[in-house]
């Protein structure tokens, strides 16, 4: 579409999973609320100056990557080795082109590189130190050691992960509990619709506390944690093995494509229903081409929020 | 399912691309059928014994990462650092477990990594150096250095692509003749039904040569180049970005799921019509539930074949 309007939206997401009140104090709550208000902030100022939805969404996920609440970015989990990789992809619909990146150590915006890499690279997928050769070739700086992703409650998380896989120790993973991935991880996410009739999504995260070799996750992964097309974008989050497994974003284009679903019902059937059955917990943030937001999670919350070009906006946590 | 029959069937590529008669000498034809007819009934042999389709198509695609006229295992081609990097995928249908690898230098044959990464992980993708330390975790010998990869061919290839490279420098990426990529690639798949009723999927590639910055292609990425689950298993090969962006494997599997399709219509009508309309070019192996093969490719030429459970038996390189 090429039509301008005066139509723009855009939601974000700052991850899923255990997230029950009674854990959440005033001061997180508020923290978790100011992060999704700035991100969104960012990218509405891009939509509103007539900006693309592929540049809204990056400037929505860098601000969240900035933030050492969220999962990405500064505030990105330590790996088993107490360092740090991080997983980004961002797609354009209009183009259904994309760039993406995993287990980048040294990028202090990780959406950003995997822009540079859609706009300057003839490859779509980089990852570990290749990718940041690429970076610097195309000069962007790098931060100078991992230490910049320091943070004292992601250090206290690996500590905590650490001492469960010791307990755990000699039971095939088969046979593990793995009902506590599901506090483990985090990603943050945008979608938006410019006034074009454009849509794109992007998606960043620190991945999984205490992944070991060189583990990548459905954030970096088109069609599972990160997807858009010219009828809907979709930013997924939760445990990334269950969401590359079932497809989770392509599947949603696909109902909408094929049964032609609205994106609600697409959404919720595939989120709320096909990946519940599956076994696997998390959620998305989706549009689409009328601005149309939808926004179900299976977990106990999501950070989320969206605003429309009208002015209505909302945030929230909870499922409640 | 589970009630057995003694239906069973397999269908392998050893890659597509331009593969055109007159370039094509009688020594080379004669190789790449005796590749594929090996591969074919390695996953045979598995499949008559009762066997599973994810140990066939695991047997089949190591046969050919093996033998060094394929772009996978031994024969994988150079990066542009004179290296190699391999990437692999192997997917269950009877549960939609997956084990994927990218960018692993010192496997011989990442198919079993993938297989490992299946089996002993609760990560289901790991790249480079960790995806090495997991394999020599877990008893897998390592080859002692990347000469294991070395062969003239795919050194002369390098080379070629190199001295275009030369030619091409300060263009834009964007204003590159890219059709020369697919000359520059290779892969190799396979797909099988077992006499259980379970499909699986498995591909393995060296990649593209002259390939940067820890590329990955859409060789590992489920329901890019491999796909399976109860209704069909999907092996893809071709310009790996297109495949990434057009979700190739995966699109088949949704047109049969929501348009109730055959297999036969669902993989022509994404590869030979909307693949192609977006600009892509490649092929693919897949198998339906009933044993029904379909191999459609929109290149010169796809080196393939397949072999039934009542013997019947096919080999082929060129389109015609």
Known sequence: ???????????????????????????????YREGVASSMKAGCEVLKSGGTALDAVQAAVMVMEDDSV?????????????????????????????????????????????????????HVFLAGTGA??????????????????????????????LKREKQNAGKPHTQLDHSDDR??????????????????????????????????????????????DDKCAISATGVGEMIMRAMLSFDI????????????????????????EFGGSGGVVAIDAEG?????FNTDGMYRGYTLADGTSEIAIFGD
């Open 183 to 228: 506090e483990k991880m985090g990603t943050v996410g945008a979608v938006a619709l410019d006034i074009n009739g454009n849509l794109a999504a992007a998606t960043s995260t620190g991945g999984m506390t205490n992944k070991r070799f060189g583990r990548i996750g459905d954030t970096p992964i088109v069609g599972a944690g990160t997807y858009a």
């Open 70 to 122: 969220f999962n990405a970015g500064k505030g990105a989990v330590y790996t088993h080795d107490g360092d740090h990789e991080m997983d980004a992809c961002v797609m354009d619909g209009a183009t259904q082109d994309f760039g993406a990146v995993a287990a980048v150590r040294l990028v202090a915006n990780p959406i950003k590189l995997a822009r540079l890499v859609l706009d300057e690279s003839p």
């Open 292 to 296: 149309n937001v939808a926004m179900p």
């Open 132 to 161: 940041e050769r690429f970076a610097e070739k195309h000069g962007m700086k790098l931060v100078e050691d991992s230490s910049y992703f320091d943070t004292k409650h992601r250090w206290r998380q690996l500590q905590q992960a």
């Open 1 to 31: 579409m090429t039509s301008r309007s005066n139509n723009f939206a855009i939601a974000v997401h700052g991850g899923a999973g255990v997230i029950l009140r009674q854990f959440m104090t005033e001061e997180r709550e508020q923290a």
């Open 253 to 276: 284009a696909a109902l909408m494509e094929y049964k032609n679903m609205s994106l609600a019902e697409a959404a919720e059937l595939v989120v709320m229903t096909k990946f519940k």
